[in-house]
């Protein structure tokens, strides 16, 4: 037993040796379990990091909030806006007869050029109601929000988000300045907290709010409301709010209770798991895109332990004519082959730590490294170097010493 | 002395080239007493190399018992004769064989990895370092085989021989890629092993490498056709330094049938 151990270690320190002495060769072996592994770590960093900065967005909705689209829902999600339509009056209809919901606020947007005296910024104009801060639970850092009575006689002001500010008036002095969005000049009337990047590193602050009416009148000139956002009294009440919401606009749209209805609504708990979905979806397709590089990675190592075996035939047959076995030879070579895959994984294990910092510094996209990636790639990187390794190292070790030391 | 080291009854090998079968060797009888120095020679074709594959456990032969240092080895399988070559038998080719990238001592060394001896280490690179002395390499073990020359190549193929002491070494032309000088010397080397008492089994076609030899063994269409033992008339064997002494040998073998006109003594037919 004891000498057995001995002469396996010997064995690996030969295959070692082996390695040590072709560096050129071994490093551009391992190349490929490199890249296969890093790869596989780094696209489940990314899909990872952004499925969890979406979720982190979409939790910070709160678990109250229901959305309300126009249009009837389709199978696999697709909406067809079609002609229905919300109207204000819906909108005011769920304020006033729906006893589960908190807030509600229309939300139209708009994309606009925005003039303040000598700068200009491409920004997002979002038409809402007074309840929209509650509703997304977002302060006025500076000035006020706009009024019940802005809404009601859609009144020219505006609230930047904090980037907008900074853009338009680097000075801070924004509040109770004018700005002209699409030529229609606003009066700043305050400038939200800052919110910072959301799920994949947009800028919330990058928007301004106004008053819905505004919106539709001065910059849309028509009466389409995009989507409802509705907050429910608590938690627990949101499948409540949702049927009398669905109850009231079946009645105000009349429609009867067997047809399909002509608005959608999702609450944030169904917008999380589809996205939870669609995030995990994603996640599946870059790993296994990336696996499929760590199996050609282990077929290059096979390739090269196939090449390395006939150029070695003249070595395997000097060691079988002086009294490797088969088994000695077969040993060799498989542990060459784990060793190359394992350095290699290891190496790619270093490089999948470092390249999602990179990713996450440098594209600016969130990345969460996953200790099972880490385990299932350099897991599979060693399993690769047994499965690819054997048949070459079996082929070695079946070598007859007469052919093999006669092999020129 | 006691048991002989080779013993090979009624040897035959056939080889089958598709539809044909190739009598390689048909009915060989040979012995080799402990001691000896025997030089196999024979043309090519003759079933030489058949006959140095089968006593060096490389192949098995088809029938007939070969037994070595008192083993039945005819019969072994693949590992079995691994372990056989290993331990009794020190191989030294016309090539050298050396590992290439793989120091001298590393290459000495390399016969003890495959071992159940169990050596340490240290007790390996001991009897290393000591086998390279005793072929005149002691200071060159961590020299590369492309930094020495053929001959001490082949002085460190030989240290690769003896490490395992085996029961006999077994060399294949061992000469044939040397210059004479330099075979002088390796010669000189078998000779010097052989008085210690180690069995050598040379295989050459080169009637003055034979001549070093103290029995002839000819080879001939897969049969023995002549066994001779040489009377040396030479008192000491020429040392690997005293080369020049050895082309003034008291003989000249040019062709088996001329060597049969020389100062032999026939041992068998």
Wanted: charged fraction near 20%; hydrophobic fraction near 45%; aromatic fraction near 6%.
């Amino acid at each position: 037993m004891r000498i057995a151990t001995l002469r396996t270690l010997n064995i690996a320190k030969v295959g070692l040796m082996a390695i040590a002495r072709n560096k050129m060769r071994s490093l551009l072996t391992m190349l490929g379990i490199i890249i296969g592994v890093a790869c596989v770590i780094t696209m489940v960093a990314v899909g990872t990091g952004a499925s969890s900065s979406i979720q982190a967005t979409i939790n910070s909705l709160g678990t109250n909030f229901i959305m309300l689209f126009p249009g009837a829902q389709t199978q696999g999600g697709a909406r067809m806006a079609g002609d229905s339509r919300i109207t204000p009056e819906d909108v005011e209809a769920i304020r006033n007869e729906a006893p589960s919901v908190a807030y509600v606020s229309a939300s139209i947007r708009e994309g606009a050029q925005v003039v303040a005296s000598d700068l200009n910024w491409g920004t997002t104009v979002y038409g809402v109601d007074v309840d929209w801060p509650f509703i997304r639970a977002w302060n006025v850092a500076d000035g006020d929000y706009f009024t019940d009575v802005d809404v009601r006689t859609a009144a020219k002001v505006a609230v930047l988000g904090a980037s907008v500010a900074d853009n338009l008036f680097p000075a801070g002095d924004a509040v109770g300045s004018s700005i002209r969005i699409k030529n229609v000049p606003f009066r700043v009337v305050g400038v939200l907290d800052r919110k910072g990047g959301n799920m994949m590193g947009q800028d919330q602050d990058d928007q301004i709010v106004a008053p819905y009416t505004t919106v539709m009148k001065q910059l849309q000139g028509r009466q389409r409301i995009g989507q409802v956002l509705i907050s429910a009294r608590s938690a627990a009440l949101v499948a409540q709010a949702q049927n009398e919401i669905d109850a009231l606009l079946r009645q105000r749209h009349r429609i009867g209770p067997g047809q399909e209805a002509d608005f959608t609504m999702r609450s944030q708990e169904e917008i999380a798991s589809t996205s939870a979905q669609t995030s995990r979806t994603l996640s599946v397709l870059l790993g296994s895109a990336a696996a499929i590089s760590l199996l050609v990675g282990g077929i290059g190592i096979m390739n090269i332990m196939l090449v390395s075996v006939t150029e070695r035939t003249r070595e395997i047959g000097i060691r079988l004519a002086i009294g490797a076995k088969g088994r000695h030879v077969l040993l060799q070579f498989l542990l060459e082959a784990m060793a190359l895959s394992i350095v290699g994984g290891a190496i790619g294990v270093a490089l999948g730590m470092l390249i999602p910092n990179l990713v996450s510094r440098f594209a600016g996209m969130p990345t969460e490294v996953s200790t099972s990636s880490v385990l299932m790639a350099f897991g599979f990187a060693a399993a690769i170097g047994i499965f690819f390794g054997f048949y070459p190292a079996r082929k070695a070790s079946r070598l007859d010493p007469i052919d093999a030391l006669r092999y020129e | 002395m006691g048991d002989p080291v080779i013993e090979i009854r009624n040897l035959a090998k056939v080889y089958k080239m598709g539809e044909v079968e190739v009598h390689a060797l048909q009915g060989v009888d040979l012995t080799v007493e402990p001691g000896e120095l025997v030089a196999i020679m024979g043309p090519s074709g003759s079933g030489k190399s058949t006959l140095m594959n089968i006593v060096g456990c490389l192949d098995r032969p088809t029938s007939g018992t070969y037994r070595l240092d008192g083993i039945d080895v005819s019969r072994l399988d693949r590992d079995q004769r691994a372990e056989i070559r290993n331990l009794k038998i020190g191989f030294v080719f016309q090539s050298f064989n050396l590992l290439a990238r793989t120091r001298a001592i590393e290459n000495v060394e390399l016969p003890m990895l495959y071992s159940d001896l169990g050596l340490s280490t240290p007790e390996r690179a001991r009897r290393s370092r000591e086998a390279l002395a005793r072929v005149g390499l002691a200071g060159r073990e961590d020299h590369y085989p492309s930094q020495l020359s053929g001959g001490q190549q082949q002085r460190v193929a030989i240290a690769r021989a003896l490490v395992t002491d085996p029961a006999i070494v077994l060399a294949d032309e061992p000469t044939g890629n040397l210059d004479s000088r330099t075979s002088e010397e390796i010669m000189g080397i078998f000779q010097e092993l052989n008085e210690a008492g180690k069995t050598v089994i040379l295989i050459t076609h080169e009637a003055e490498i034979a001549e070093h030899a103290k029995r002839v063994v000819y080879v001939r269409d897969g049969k023995i056709w002549r066994d001779e033992k040489i009377v040396q008339t030479r008192a000491h064997p020429a040392s690997a330094g005293e080369s020049e002494q050895v082309v003034a040998f008291p003989f000249k073998i040019a062709s088996p049938e001329g060597a049969a006109r020389l100062e032999l003594e026939e041992v068998t037919r």
